[in-house]
């Protein structure tokens, strides 16, 4: 019986025939040089530090100001427009008030405030991916239509890739024919395995060959991806559930991580909707795709606020490099990296 309806396999990623609506991966050994990844943050949360430090100077035109209630609104106004939330960009004006009340200050007096207080608000510890003590690490994508599960997958892929591990990818995306396509291209490219199933067919039985062939090879990790859904579509949550359910009985422990990807353009309407979403399927964590696209970056806040759930990783661009362990030190330095030479 042939078990794989696709099977492939490279070693060697590569980049000659990358099509051109999808830039060829890069050396992803640079990715890992604190160098190159805080390049990568500045690089991708430009759109946002470019508004809110623009922003800040304005508010700075006068050599020094009075933290009075005008200033401190003003702050506030500001700090909105990032979408991080009114309380939160509350917090940080209260912190700002305890700080300054009365004085005249300088920009960097603010700045330091500022960037505290985000820290505070965002406290939590890297969490790269968890990988099982022994065996294949399992790792279930989910989230809606068109939030970058697909893209962040080449993402995760790639780093684990270039670290030498062994990569299956299973293309549980079966509504689509373009998605297994998609995600075919990636794993040629990337030097990963890839698994699939009909268009159409049952992305349950995708996810156990996936599994099954992760564990024959010896692979390091198996990343499942699923087709775009809403909590409120009540037969795809089942079948979310099936897929689970079905890898768990070749692996007890897996899956052994669900990445929920959210869309950092989506604003927070969408990041809320994604709340029931998250409890239903059980995620263990968040990959916030598209934060290059955004000037509101400022989100993150709010998804920390409501999920129960570490940021894992940031993603930052389209191609399989960009892709970042969410750090928030690096992410508020990022944020304010702009006006540093630039203050008065
Ligand atoms: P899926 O439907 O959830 O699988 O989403 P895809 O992975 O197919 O991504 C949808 C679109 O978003 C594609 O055009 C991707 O290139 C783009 N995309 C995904 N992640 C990022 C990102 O981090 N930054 C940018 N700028 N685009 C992204
Ligand atoms: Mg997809």
Redesign the pocket.
């Known amino acids: 019986m042939a078990l794989f309806d696709r099977f492939k396999k490279t070693q060697t990623p590569r980049t000659e025939d990358s099509p051109a609506e999808q830039p060829a991966a890069t050396d992803s050994q640079t990715s890992s040089a604190p160098q190159g990844m805080i390049a990568r943050f500045r690089q991708g949360l430009k759109k946002t530090s470019d508004l809110l430090n623009t922003d800040l100077r304005d508010l700075f035109k006068r050599e020094g100001r009075l933290v009075d209630d005008e200033f401190l609104d003003e702050l506030f106004g500001i700090l909105v427009k990032t979408d991080m939330g009114a309380g939160p960009a509350n917090e940080i004006r209260d912190r700002v008030q305890a700080d300054n009340r009365g004085r005249v200050v300088e920009m960097g007096d603010v700045l330091a405030s500022v960037q505290a207080s985000l820290r505070e608000l965002m406290a939590q510890q890297e969490e790269p991916i968890t990988m099982a003590a022994e065996g294949p690490t399992v790792v279930m994508v989910v ?1 809606v ?8 997958i080449a993402k995760l892929a790639q780093m684990f890739v270039a670290r030498g591990q062994r990569v299956v990818l299973g293309a549980g ?1 079966t509504f689509r024919a373009a ?1 297994v396509e ?1 995600l075919t291209i990636w794993a040629d490219r990337i030097g990963a395995e890839i698994v699939t199933g009909n268009a159409g067919g049952d992305p349950a039985s995708v996810a156990h060959r996936a599994v099954a062939h992760a564990i024959e090879i010896k692979a390091d990790i198996c990343i499942l ?1 699923t087709a ?1 859904r809403l909590q409120t579509q009540t037969n795809l949550m089942q079948q979310l559930e099936k897929i689970r359910r079905v890898m768990g009985k070749l692996i007890p422990d897996a899956p052994h991580e669900v990445l929920l ?1 959210l869309d950092a353009t989506a604003g927070q309407n969408g990041i809320s909707q994604a709340k029931g979403f998250s409890d239903a399927a059980g995620c263990t964590g968040i990959v916030l ?5 955004t000037a509101k970056g400022g989100v993150v806040i709010p998804i920390r606020r409501k999920f129960e759930l570490p940021v894992k990783y940031i ?4 191609t399989a490099d ?1 892709l970042a362990l969410f750090d928030v030190d690096r992410f508020v330095e990022a944020l304010f990296d702009a006006p540093q030479g630039q203050q008065q």
């Open positions: 989230g239509n068109g939030s970058g599960k697909t893209t962040s995306d998605a998609q991806d775009g990807v795709a598209k934060l290059d696209g993603g930052l661009g389209e960009d």
